[in-house]
């Protein structure tokens, strides 16, 4: 192929997507299967579209695929995809795949032939050699395989990986930290917010980049002080709303800074009113509620421009109210909630009740809350808003521990494909047969089907934490 020739992007998404759909249906189903026929039909027409000037090559570059002279950039409905083949191919020590112009003539038994041996090549001591050798066994001289000659790709990939989520970790206890710091001084004087300002802006840069890693994080639960946790995980689930509904970048910084103030005036509250196991006094309740004004009073002591301060007092005011202004504190000089105060809401009430409280036996599953929340839109939430969070988390919402139609359990990862919130990525989790859960296979539910033929493999039920006694946030950081 010419190297002037460009590739439409599209294109090269569309067949990597193809020889991941072949290489997954053949490795489960035997050739006279329907699914593995119709794989092959897409593949060799994907193949032959791209062969129509001459030969083709699939290459694989630091942990980037290439079609011809194309680098397939990156896109969030081809992650998982992409994500994939770059473990297949990099396990087998393929650098490269030639499809020369020949493939067009290709028999649907010899493309079915050389998935079969692409797959299998895994099982021998030098997968490249053995496949090399069986493919000319095979008569399949219409591809050509090549070593992977960047010998770090793997390490470079799984470098950059680990920076990334120690970067969220990282940003994560910071702010817990950040946050404790400025209810501890800011009842002693004027305290400053350059610290927290940097980290929001850090994190509004993370969930811009991977909003289904912070959402995994907010499943972190057993802090040491879980009100400054409790903060954080707000922070982060208001700010992946924002971004939901594409808010500026600044107004994103303005919310992440909302969140992690918003429980300020807590500080004021007596442990044993927060963290009291039954029903408060009246007199109790009458103090708990007094904590977002309480709260907005320490906002006003913070070492912040005054027009920094206007944009951060109104969320922590408002996250008790109703839309219909009803709820806690009582206010006659307000008609309406601002939006901050809406999102943060939202992402209060989700928070707290997918948490252990001393008020009640258990924490609701992340479907369950989802679903009482949806029972009082219009009256505790803003209905437009909690569907967008409802769209952004998911029916199983990411972080959700889940049983699978063919049985295995598995956590939700991610939802990749921005239309359809129904068929997420799960990380299947595997019983070390010691008390815990280690990672399994990473499986798309959008591109698995139950290995008997009899359907999707789909989700039949959430499953309590409690159940299997795994911390969620634990394998966002190690597995995706």
């Not at 081809?78 to 067009?104: C, D, P, Q, T, W």
């Not at 408002?318 to 839309?323: A, I, M, T, V």
């Not at 809401?345 to 809350?369: C, K, M, N, Q």
């Not at 956590?411 to 595997?430: A, F, G, H, I, K």
Request: net charge neutral; glycine share 6%.
């Amino acid at each position: 192929m010419s190297e002037r020739q460009s590739i439409p992007e599209r294109l090269g998404h569309d067949f990597l997507r193809a020889l991941y759909h072949l290489i997954s249906t053949v490795r489960i189903y035997q050739d006279n299967n329907q699914l593995v026929r119709t794989s092959v039909s897409s593949f060799q027409n994907m193949l032959n579209e791209l062969t129509i000037s001459g030969d083709i090559s699939l290459s694989l570059y630091r942990s980037r695929f290439h079609i011809g002279e194309e680098k397939l950039r990156y896109r969030r409905d081809a992650a998982i995809v992409v994500y994939n083949m770059v473990e297949f191919f990099s396990k087998r020590g393929i650098g490269s795949v030639n499809f020369l112009e020949s493939s067009r003539d290709a028999l649907p038994e010899k493309i079915m032939t050389f998935t079969r041996l692409f797959n299998d090549a895994i099982r021998h001591e030098n997968p490249h050699q053995w496949l090399e050798q069986k493919l000319r066994e095979q008569n399949c001289s219409w591809v050509q395989i090549f070593p992977r000659q960047d010998e770090d790709a793997t390490v470079d990939s799984e470098s950059l990986k680990d920076k990334r989520y120690e970067k969220a970790r990282k940003n994560y206890f910071l702010a817990i930290e950040a946050v404790k710091e400025v209810a501890n001084k800011v009842s002693q004087g004027m305290v400053g917010v350059r610290r927290s300002r940097r980290l929001a802006q850090n994190i509004v840069d993370i969930v811009k980049e991977d909003a289904a890693l912070m959402i995994g994080l907010t499943t972190l639960k057993g802090y040491d002080d879980y009100t400054y946790a409790h903060s954080v995980n707000v922070a982060l689930l208001a700010t992946c709303l924002g971004k939901h509904i594409e808010l500026s970048d600044i107004s994103l910084e303005h919310l992440t800074i909302c969140g992690l103030f918003h429980d300020l005036g807590k500080v004021d509250v007596p442990k044993k009113i927060l963290l009291k196991h039954g029903v408060l006094t009246d007199g109790e309740w009458d103090l708990l509620k007094a904590h977002p004004v309480m709260g907005v009073r320490k906002i006003l002591m913070l070492n912040a421009t005054p027009s920094l301060r206007s944009r951060i007092i109104l969320g922590p005011f408002e996250h008790h109210l109703n839309p219909d202004m009803t709820g806690y504190p009582r206010t006659l000089f307000m008609g309406h909630m601002s939006l901050m105060g809406k999102i943060l809401r939202i992402a209060d009430v989700y928070e707290a009740l997918t948490a252990e409280r001393g008020y009640r036996p258990r924490s609701f599953l992340p479907d369950e809350a989802l679903r009482m929340m949806w029972g009082s839109a219009g009256k505790s939430f803003d209905t437009i808003l909690l569907k967008r969070f409802i769209h952004m988390m998911g029916i199983y919402p990411i972080g959700s521990v889940v049983e699978l139609s063919d049985g295995n359990i598995g956590l939700v990862m991610d939802y990749p494909d921005e239309t359809e919130r129904t068929l997420p990525l799960v990380l299947l989790l595997v019983n070390d047969e010691k008390g815990g859960w280690q990672s399994g296979e990473m499986v798309y539910l959008a591109d698995q089907n139950i290995k008997d033929g009899s359907g999707r493999l789909n989700i039949v039920r959430g499953i309590p934490l409690a159940k299997i006694r795994i911390n969620p946030s634990d394998f966002f950081l190690h597995s995706m």
